[in-house]
Antibody, heavy 121, light 108 residues
């Protein structure tokens, strides 16, 4: 079955960097884009952007340009979110999610990771 | 940016009763609307897409309706596993794709 398993919680100081992994299984990794969402306490998810797992090309939402970096390693079917120069307002749960479309981009998400808590303090 | 507004924020329902959740978009999203369920401690899961199409494996008690700016998720007879937070998401106008703030369905 399709699974997205994210790396564990991170506790970092301001200015540090963190790299979250999203290991996928149960399907062909390059068939579907991976999207990233951020969720602050008590709020709905915010879409951060997506990465084409075939080409490695990332697209960032306007509010997430600058110190967020998406990448993939197709050899291990894993997507990554790196956050550089961490700020206290980066504290949130971060989710990866698979685009529903096979070979096409549909921009709704059928499988999600369990979330990674990032705390910056 | 399209703002998605969900109501109510919390819905108290008894098991076996019907639950009706609303989602309103600040401008038309046509039929490009999805619903997700998020149980505590679990990954969110896709329930409905294209306003009314159930995702694979989703029970028939979940149904979606609406168009344009007003959408509804109905759970016909609440089961214990349905108590969760529900989010709507539009994927018609980007950037960015946007989510509502959620409706928590709790036991009455």
């Amino acid at each position: 079955q399709v699974q997205l398993v994210q790396s564990g919680s991170e506790f970092q100081k301001p200015g540090a960097s963190v790299k979250i992994s999203c290991k996928t299984s149960g399907y062909t990794f390059t068939n579907n884009a991976i999207n990233w969402m951020r969720q602050a306490p008590g709020q709905g998810p915010e879409w951060m952007g997506w990465i084409n797992t075939n080409t490695g090309d990332p697209t960032y939402a306007q509010d997430f340009t600058g110190h967020f970096v998406f990448s993939v390693d197709t050899s291990v079917s894993t997507a990554y979110l790196q956050i550089n120069s961490l700020r206290t307002d980066d504290t949130a749960v971060y989710y990866c999610a698979r685009d529903h479309g096979d070979y096409v981009f549909q921009f709704f998400f059928d499988y999600w990771g369990q979330g990674t808590q990032v705390t910056v303090s | 940016e399209i703002v998605m507004t969900q109501s109510p924020a919390t819905l108290s329902v008894s098991p076996g009763e019907r639950a009706t959740l609303s989602c309103r978009a600040s401008q038309s999203v046509s039929g490009n609307l999805a619903w997700y369920q998020h149980r505590p401690g679990q990954a969110p899961s896709l329930l409905i897409y294209d306003t009314s199409t159930r995702a694979t494996g989703v029970p028939a008690r979940f149904s979606g309706s609406g168009s344009g700016t007003v959408f509804t998720l109905t759970i016909s007879s609440l089961q214990s596993e349905d108590f969760a937070v529900y989010y709507c998401q539009q994927y018609n106008n980007w950037p960015p794709w946007t989510f509502g703030q959620g409706t928590k369905v709790e036991v009455k």
